[in-house]
Structure formats: structure tokens, C-alpha cells
């Protein structure tokens, strides 16, 4: 891989299993006002990393053409078949959406029901990340949306989420808070982490993580912003770190 391609570039914030101090990361690139950084790993020379993980600008990734991004993930090889239960398990949450008012991207299900791509993640991962699609969670900074989380580091230091908007927009964030735990927690009357009344202290615990692509939704003609391009970036940048090493 050229230099060309990536370069080394300077971390702006680390991560370390908490909440971490810093300044803004970057421009507000989606309407619900998220800064934006990219949670990853060290890519050897490429990508120095002090930590497990830490926060790189957005605008150090490689360029990706989103073209494509059309729903069949030709690029990780096509689909192979839906194994049944994964599909009745995403049917489920996709009903447990549309009672919202919100619809699972079709490419979402198609990649998280596949008895090839679904342990994608998995695999290339170098901290231990692992696929666990949670029910939709209320979103802690805006009424009508939901997250779904898909993928967890194994200690929980980071965590990525499908982020669905009322007017239909979609995008993958990540967190340093498991927010099926917070809710769960406070609905047994225990102790939180983190303050879920205070929509300042939730939007800086949320940082935008997504590259935008146009696909349809379960149960919709329409086309939509799509989360999966960026777990699968995810993918891409294990991958690389893998043959850098």
C-alpha cells in the first residue's frame, strides 16, 4: 500500500474506556449537530496509536468510492444465504421500528442476516470487536429517534450504532456509553453512567461516524442515507492493519 493511499496522521482525542476531554472534532456533519471522528486502531506507520483505541479526524480516511455501495457487497466477495433465525431476529426489530415511525435499511438486514458477511467484523477485527444487534434504543438528544447498536469492542471501550432519524435519515455513530445498558440500568432504578436527562452531556457522548450511500429501506420504494457503508469501513481498516502488519 502506497502512501498515497493513507498517511500518518496526528490523533486529535484518545479513548481509553471512558469519556474523554478535547475539543470539538471537526465540523457538525449531520443535521442532529454530532461532531465527527473516526474510533479506530493504529495502522503501523501509517497510524500511530497510543492506546486500544483513538480518535483520528474524519478527513484522514482514504477516499471510498460510494458508487460502489449498491446492496450486494460485491466487494466483500456477494451475499451467500439469509440464515433464517438472523432473519426472523431482523424482522423483529425491524417491526419494533416501523411501530416508531422508522424503517431498517435494507442493505442493514441483508448484511447482518448473511450466513457469509454477517462475521465480516469479526474476522478482520484487531481489539476483539463483535456483532450484537440490540432492539432500538431512544435516542438521548432527539425525540422520534432510535439507535440500534451492531457492533461492540469486547470490553465495551467503544460501541458503533445504527442511528435512525424521523425524517428518515440514517447513519452509524459510535459511543463510549452502552445505552442498552443505561436504559436498562435506569429502568431498574440503578445507578447510570451517565446523566440521560442531559441532552448536552448525550450529544458529546455521540460522535458521527458514517460515509453516505443511497439505498432503499425494508418496506419502502424510497431512497435513503445508509449506515452499512461505514461498519464495513470499519472492516476496511482492520483489514488494512492487518497487511501493514
Known sequence: ?????????????????????????????????????????????????????EYYPYESL???????FTGVFQWLGGTGEPVPERVTALDRLAENLAAEGLTLPRDFATFQA??????SLDEVSVTGCWTAVSEPLPSPVEPGAFL???LRDQQDCVIWYLYLRPSGE???????????????????????????????EQRAAILWCALRSRSSHIGSGSRTVSGMPSAVMTCRDSSLRCRIT
Open 1 to 53: 500500500m502506497g502512501s498515497a493511499m493513507l498517511t500518518p496522521t496526528t490523533p486529535l482525542t484518545l479513548i481509553h474506556g471512558g469519556p474523554m476531554p478535547g475539543g470539538r472534532l471537526g465540523p457538525d456533519v449531520s443535521s442532529v449537530g454530532f461532531d465527527s471522528a473516526w474510533c479506530a486502531t493504529d495502522l503501523g506507520a501509517y497510524r500511530p496509536c497510543r492506546y486500544t483505541y
Open 170 to 200: 440514517v447513519f452509524v455513530v459510535h459511543s463510549w456509553l452502552d445505552y442498552a445498558y443505561e436504559y436498562e440500568a435506569r429502568r431498574d432504578g440503578e445507578e447510570t453512567q451517565s446523566d440521560l436527562d442531559d441532552p448536552q
Open 62 to 68: 482514504p477516499p471510498v468510492d460510494s458508487t460502489g
Open 114 to 119: 448473511d450466513s457469509t458477511l454477517h462475521s
Open 148 to 150: 440500534v447498536r451492531f
